[in-house]
């Protein structure tokens, strides 16, 4: 019989993730605020639950991909949230972006209630999650992770064990989510000022990803800056902030200074203030050059 799986939160990254679970055969049990989000996956053979304690009272493994601390929180712990009906040795398998604080009061809550919690965060835009080339990143129990291994080889082309404890995989996401705006940010000074000195960007890019940078974080989203690819975000203005912010407060947490994530906050607070809120994030370009005095692209707002 085919084993039944919970997956909530259809959001770009969610619906891609449960599209390859369903891809390798699996039947997933379903949840999404928006219900209309899943009518592709139901038509696929998917069950739709009316909310996060139906799909937990189904499956025995839950999958989740929300937006934020609060959304998991209600998914999780709210009247309907999925670990209300958990079974005992359930696993809720967390994918979303969350600051340790709440993640570590999923590992406590989850614990309490006799459920097992894992972190599985991934790296990667919603393309790279419909051709199951994540990377993931995964922290837990041992015998867990290894239970889990098949689901995760359906997205992730590959996957790393972090370590026993869940939040270990949420500062390794914060952390290399930082390391991703804040190469953004330099690519951006570089772009702007070559541009002004009568340069082409285009050109910076080509000698870039030719050279010495040729990591995915240059190539894809220096296309997307050099080509002002704003609209339809993979990732919008108002993500990046949050998870800047929880990078910050991972900082305050162990004490370590960290002045460049000061810097990219700022960043993209000016890209709110200018109407760019939910335009993808490397829209900070625009700020970087509109301040070195370069003119307004046509394509900007």
Do not use: W
Not at 233 to 256: I, S
Request: hydrophobic share 40%; aromatic share 8%.
């Amino acid at each position: 019989m085919t084993q039944k799986i919970g997956f909530i939160g259809l959001g770009a990254m969610g619906h891609a993730m449960a599209g390859r679970l369903m891809d390798a055969g699996y039947i997933l049990v379903v949840y999404n605020r928006t219900k209309e989000k899943a009518d592709d996956l139901v038509k696929r053979g998917a069950i739709f639950a009316d909310t996060p304690a139906s799909v937990a009272q189904q499956t025995d493994i839950v999958f989740s991909m929300m937006f934020d601390d609060a959304s998991t929180e209600e998914a999780t712990f709210g009247k309907d949230g999925l670990a209300t009906t958990l079974k005992e040795g359930g696993i809720h398998v967390c994918c979303s972006t969350l600051s340790l604080g709440q993640a570590r009061r999923l590992l406590e809550q989850h614990t309490q209630r006799g459920q097992k919690y894992v972190s599985a965060n991934v790296l990667g835009r919603p393309p790279a999650a419909q051709a199951g080339e994540l990377f993931v990143m995964v922290a837990g129990e041992e015998e867990a992770q290894k239970h889990l291994e098949p689901y995760f080889k359906t997205f992730g082309s590959r996957i790393f064990n972090v370590g026993s404890d869940p939040v270990q995989a949420n500062l390794v996401k914060l952390s290399l989510n930082f390391m991703i705006y804040s190469t953004i940010e330099q690519m951006s000074e570089v772009f702007a000022l070559n541009e002004k000195a009568g340069i082409d960007p285009k050109t910076i890019f080509e000698i870039m990803t030719n050279s010495f940078y040729t990591a995915p974080v240059h190539k894809n989203y220096g296309k997307l800056m050099v080509e002002h690819q704003y609209d339809n975000a993979g990732a919008p203005v108002t993500l990046g902030l949050k998870d800047t912010k929880m990078f910050m407060d991972a900082g305050a947490d162990y004490a370590v200074p960290l002045p460049y994530a000061s810097v990219v906050r700022d960043r993209l607070l000016s890209a709110i203030s200018a109407g760019d809120a939910n335009r993808d994030f490397v829209v900070m370009l625009e700020r970087v050059r509109q301040e070195g005095g370069l003119k307004k692209e046509n394509t900007e707002k």
